[in-house]
């Protein structure tokens, strides 16, 4: 991973900086030059809380290069509070408690190393959220996004 | 002599109507599917090359188009067009590679379509070729790999497997599923497989092993991936007055390619292939036929998740039900919608670039009646797809027999 490439995302991969359409209020992460409901250009910038739900979750064993020595690991799509899916890593779970539907909480973890000599790459993984939100954290999802009824009676 | 059938899709490109040509098949090759330790990859090229180049004989190709996926990763050459017509002894004509990760075989079939039957050539070599097993383990993975985002899926893990889990876990949970009934998927690959000469696995794979294989990306395990393999197949396309004369008539009846969300995340829908949907509305529309006039369809299995999802997106079941066509009354040889008939990707084997090219030969046999033991019965008319990165690419294709 290049030193250069990693610091253009550093507000992404270290503070989930998205961003809101300003034409129709899309919330989108990570960052791209086309709102994708409504092809608008024009964004506010948006930091996102960081609290979501697991929406779907793999236990990688067959890691690729960089990730050996994690393996295995648990990768997961994560449906955040304002609306956007994340691929990112689970961490501080077990296999017996992951499961869809369980919220999480942002944190900042190492990524990956390459190397003795290489880069030691940060960003955000997911772990179970312990506390209960506060009131104000406790955001309705946008009819959008709202998860289907299926959803709640499993898990 | 001149090409007088006039093909019915025209396209409109600076307000003017273009007259496509008909596209016909000459001839094909492939070598087998495996892990070709005595063998380069240009030693592979040429095999399926020189095959191809038989069977189309009087005719030689003017333009080649080599899809291929990981060479510059792998083995370190890239410029696959010039090096590859030089050795199969092609040197001097256009050539050029196309890359659309596991759907580069079909892309690069796509690309030589349009130049023959826009007439820019009369003859076009389509060559898939790949060469996975110099390097091994997380190299390999990590290459794969970058068939995905790589900012933001393969920075944190995310592997062609672990993505392809991701669907499967949501689709499991979703329809109250197991691994198990995705056991049918293997199962018919691995019978198909059997009995193909070139196929990298020609066992049977018993329903009650599958889901005991060693995890890959849970839920996705050895039994429901394909492998990775070398392999190298090659068609000759040609407009109609190069045709021989007795030659089998199998035409290009359509070509398509779209794209989707490129992350999987930013998928309006994860457990729906858009972009295979609508290359297959558009291929069916070129070639004047619906779903239930296909006779076998050679979709991408690279895992039987995505096989479930294609036969969705193709119509062939409603949204969430695909697996329930696991089993061989459905796409069994002889079942309603053939699939995989030479083993598919899991049991012919998954050389990445080279893999929609297979596809393409192998619907070809089938419609020449040339399939042996894997003949499906009165095949008229196959569909093949090829899928990169998990369905951002879709390119779907129809051949027909004309004699």
Not at chain 1, 83 to 98: F, H, I, K, N, S
Not at chain 2, 22 to 42: K, N, P, Y
Not at chain 2, 261 to 271: E, G
Not at chain 2, 324 to 339: D, R, V
Request: glycine share 10%; with cysteine; charged share 20%.
């Amino acid at each position: 991973m290049e030193v250069s490439r990693n610091w253009r995302l550093q507000s992404q991969r270290y503070r989930m900086e998205g961003l809101r359409c300003e034409q129709c209020g899309t919330v989108i992460f990570p960052a791209r030059a086309h709102c994708p409901q409504c092809a608008g250009e024009s964004f506010a910038s948006l930091a996102l809380r960081g609290l979501g739900e697991v929406y779907s979750f793999t236990q990688v064993h067959d890691a690729p290069a960089g990730f050996e020595h994690d393996a295995p690991f648990f990768l997961a799509l994560v449906r955040l509070d304002e609306g956007p899916l994340v691929t990112a890593q689970l961490t501080d779970v077990e296999r017996e408690t992951v499961h869809i539907g369980m919220p999480v909480e942002m944190v900042t973890r190492k990524l990956r190393e390459d190397g003795e000599r290489g880069m030691l790459v940060y960003g955000y993984k997911f772990r179970p959220l312990l506390r209960q939100r506060r009131p104000d954290e406790a955001v309705a999802l946008p009819a959008r996004v709202r998860v289907p009824a299926t959803e709640a009676v499993a898990a | 002599m001149r090409c007088t059938r006039a093909i019915a899709a025209s396209w409109r490109c600076n307000n003017t109507a273009l007259t496509m040509r008909d596209v016909f098949i000459l001839g094909s090759g492939q070598t087998a599917v495996g892990e070709h330790w005595d063998l380069s990859l240009r030693q592979l090229a040429r095999t399926a090359v020189s095959a191809a180049l038989n069977a189309a004989l009087p005719a030689r190709p003017q333009a080649l188009f080599v899809a291929n996926m990981l060479a510059g990763q792998l083995s370190g050459q890239r410029q696959l067009g010039a090096l590859l017509a030089d050795y199969c002894g092609l040197r001097g004509i256009e050539a050029i590679r196309v890359e659309a990760a596991g759907a580069s075989g079909g892309a690069a079939l796509r690309q030589a379509y349009i130049a023959v039957a826009s007439g820019v050539v009369d003859t076009a070599l389509v060559l898939g070729v790949e060469k996975l097993t110099d390097k091994v383990g997380s190299s390999v993975a990590a290459a794969l790999g970058s068939a995905a985002d790589a900012d933001w899926e393969a920075a944190h893990g995310a592997t062609q497997p672990a993505l392809a889990a991701l669907i499967m876990q949501r689709y499991m949970h979703e329809q109250h599923l197991s691994l198990q009934q995705f056991a049918g998927f293997s199962v018919n690959a691995h019978s198909n497989g059997r009995t193909n000469p070139n196929a990298m696995f020609r066992n049977n794979l018993k329903a009650e092993s599958f889901a005991s294989a060693a995890m890959v990306a849970e839920p996705v395990n050895m039994f429901d991936t394909a492998p990775e393999a070398d392999g190298a197949a090659a068609l000759v396309l040609g407009a109609a007055h190069m045709l021989a004369p007795a030659a089998a008539r199998i035409r290009v009846a359509a070509s398509a390619l779209c794209t989707d969300a490129f992350a999987l995340a930013d998928r309006a829908d994860v457990l729906q292939l858009r972009a295979a949907q609508q290359s297959v509305q558009q291929a069916q529309a070129q070639a004047s036929c619906g779903a239930a006039d296909i006779d076998l369809f050679e979709l991408h299995d690279g895992f039987t998740i995505l096989a479930a999802l294609a036969l969705e997106a193709a119509g062939y079941a409603q949204p969430g039900s695909g697996w329930q066509l696991a089993h061989a009354g459905k796409i069994g040889l002889q079942g309603e919608i053939p699939i995989s008939t030479f083993g598919g990707l899991k049991a012919r084997g998954n050389p990445g670039g080279a893999t929609g090219v297979y596809q393409a030969v192998e619907v070809e046999q089938q419609l020449r009646g040339a399939a042996g033991a894997n003949q499906v019965q009165r095949a008229r008319r196959g569909m093949l797809q090829g899928l990169g990165g998990n369905g951002a690419t879709a390119v779907t294709h129809i051949f027909e027999c004309l004699n």
